[in-house]
């Protein structure tokens, strides 16, 4: 049998020092920084995010839950992303801008979706809004409204549009501590939790945006009765 002379000897004893070497390297940087992240004088990948706040991220879903979607000339409307009629058969009713530019809403609808009971005085000609031991009561034609007793202002006074209550955008901030939106672009009117105001810019709200605007569309909302 042909024996191995001196340089294959000395080549298999240098690969195995190499093989020796490698192996306590990788030890010995698995023992530094167990997690495999940046060594020191390293820049970590998002190190330019280290001192801003943390971005929340939100489904389309989530962000469609107790989120209220009109828009300006539209009788149609979405509630946690399903489809609606603002008010059935009485298509003339939509939310609009005044002549001042003031975004006006359907009351009954928007707050009802929200929750909020709505009650009606004929006799008074007012409007009381009930949600858990808050109160709210507003008169047509009149800017003035009272919240738990307390004298405020609306925008605008609430005016009927077809024998219905609109008020201002701006009032389901200022009375009911909602958050509120209008986008220009597409003449949305936005209401939602306070907790979670709506932004534009954000990956789910755009993504929601998308569905509305199709499904509030002429071509698809009279599928439903």
Request: hydrophobic share 45%.
């Amino acid at each position: 049998m042909h024996k191995p002379n001196r340089l294959n000897r000395l080549l298999a004893g240098l690969l195995a020092l190499c093989v020796c070497v490698g192996v306590s390297a990788t030890a010995l940087a698995a023992e530094e920084d167990p997690a495999g992240g940046p060594q020191a004088g390293e820049s970590p990948v998002y190190a330019d995010l280290a001192d801003t706040e943390p971005i929340v991220s939100l489904t389309k879903d989530q962000r469609a839950q107790g989120t209220v979607i009109l828009q300006a000339g539209n009788y149609a409307a979405a509630v946690n992303a399903y489809l609606y009629h603002i008010y059935p058969g009485e298509k003339d009713v939509v939310p609009y801008l005044d002549a001042s530019g003031v975004v006006m809403v359907p009351l009954r609808f928007a707050a009802e979706k929200l929750g909020i009971e709505v009650t009606w005085d004929e006799a008074a000609q007012s409007v009381l809004l009930t949600q858990a031991d808050q109160r709210v009561v507003l008169k047509l034609n009149e800017p003035t409204y009272f919240k738990s007793g307390a004298a405020c202002t609306m925008q605008a006074a609430p005016a009927l549009l077809h024998d219905r209550t609109m008020v201002p955008l701006s009032f389901f901030a200022q009375a009911l501590d909602l958050a509120v939106y209008w986008g220009e672009q597409n003449q949305l009117i936005v209401i939602c939790p306070a907790e979670e105001p709506w932004q534009p810019d954000r990956q789910a709200e755009q993504e929601l945006t998308s569905d509305v605007l199709l499904i509030t569309s002429p071509l698809i909302r009279d599928l439903i009765q």
